[in-house]
C-alpha cells in the first residue's frame, strides 16, 4: 500500500514556465514533507520541507504548498530552468524534524525543454 | 559533497552469490540509513541506526539481508544468495537534520 503517491510519472515544461509537481498521501500521521531531486547516476539530493504547521515554505525558486484536508502537496518551480530536469520525489515523515525514517512516492520525471 | 561514500558503486554477481556493500559517513552523521530504488520507484526504506545500535529494519529486509555498525561509525550492507529480484540500487543516507544520500550502490544479478 502506497502511502505517497505522485500520480504524474512525467512532465514537459518550457524554459521560464511553471513547473507544477503533485503528491498526495495517505497517512494523516505525516507531519513533516519533504522534496528531493535526483540527477541520473547520483544518489537523491535535498531540496525543500514543509511542517504540517505550515500551508507553504519558500526558497528561492522553489515553493511548496501543503494542503493538510486533502492531505495534497506540491512543488512550483519559477522560473523552470533546463538544469531543473530531473527526477523529484516526494517524501513524508512522522515526528516533525525529529522524524526516525521517511517514505518516497515513485517520483515525477521533470523535463524542462530550452 | 553529502559526506557520505559508498563503495562499490556497481557490482555485478550471478545468483547465489553473497555482495556487501559499504558506507562511510562523516562523523556528524550519527543516523545512518540503507534504502533501495528499483527502476521507476522511489528510494524504499530498508533500515537505519542510530550510532552503533539498528533501531529498525522493514519487511523488505529478508534474513538473507544483514546490515552492521560497528563502532558507531562506517556501516555494511550483506545480502546472502542473492536472488535476481535483489537488483536495485543501493542506498545509504546520513542525517544531520535531512538525509543526505550517497551516490549508491548498484548491485545486478544475473
Known amino acids: 500500500d502506497q502511502q505517497v503517491k505522485q500520480n504524474s510519472p512525467s512532465l514537459s515544461v518550457q524554459e521560464g514556465r511553471i513547473s507544477i509537481l503533485n503528491c498526495d498521501y495517505t497517512?494523516?500521521?505525516?507531519?513533516?514533507f519533504l522534496w528531493y531531486k535526483k540527477y541520473p547516476a547520483e544518489g537523491p539530493t535535498f531540496l525543500i520541507s514543509i511542517s504540517s504547521i505550515k500551508d507553504k515554505n519558500e526558497d528561492g525558486r522553489f515553493t511548496v504548498f501543503l494542503n493538510k484536508s486533502a492531505k495534497h502537496l506540491s512543488l512550483h518551480i519559477v522560473p523552470s530552468q533546463p538544469g531543473d530536469s530531473a527526477v523529484y520525489f516526494c517524501?513524508?515523515?512522522?515526528?516533525?524534524?525529529?522524524?526516525?525514517?521517511?517514505?518516497f512516492g515513485p517520483g515525477t520525471s521533470l523535463s524542462v525543454i530550452p | 559533497d553529502t559526506g557520505v561514500s559508498q563503495d562499490p558503486r556497481h557490482k555485478i554477481t550471478k545468483r547465489g552469490q553473497n555482495v556487501t556493500f559499504r558506507c562511510d559517513p562523516i562523523s556528524e552523521h550519527n543516523r545512518l540509513y540503507w534504502y533501495r530504488q528499483t527502476l521507476g520507484q522511489g528510494p524504499e526504506f530498508l533500515t537505519y541506526?542510530?550510532?552503533?545500535?539498528?533501531?529498525?529494519k522493514s519487511r523488505l529486509l529478508s534474513d538473507r539481508f544483514s546490515a552492521e555498525r560497528p563502532k558507531g561509525s562506517f556501516s555494511t550492507l550483506e545480502i546472502q544468495r542473492t536472488e535476481q529480484g535483489d537488483s536495485a540500487m543501493y542506498l545509504c543516507a546520513g542525517h544531520t537534520g535531512e538525509l543526505f544520500f550517497g551516490e549508491g550502490s548498484r548491485l545486478t544479478v544475473l
Open positions: 541506526f542510530q550510532n552503533e545500535a539498528q533501531l529498525e
Open positions: 517524501a513524508a515523515s512522522v515526528g516533525g524534524t525529529s522524524y526516525d525514517k521517511v517514505i
Open positions: 497517512n494523516s500521521m505525516f507531519d513533516y
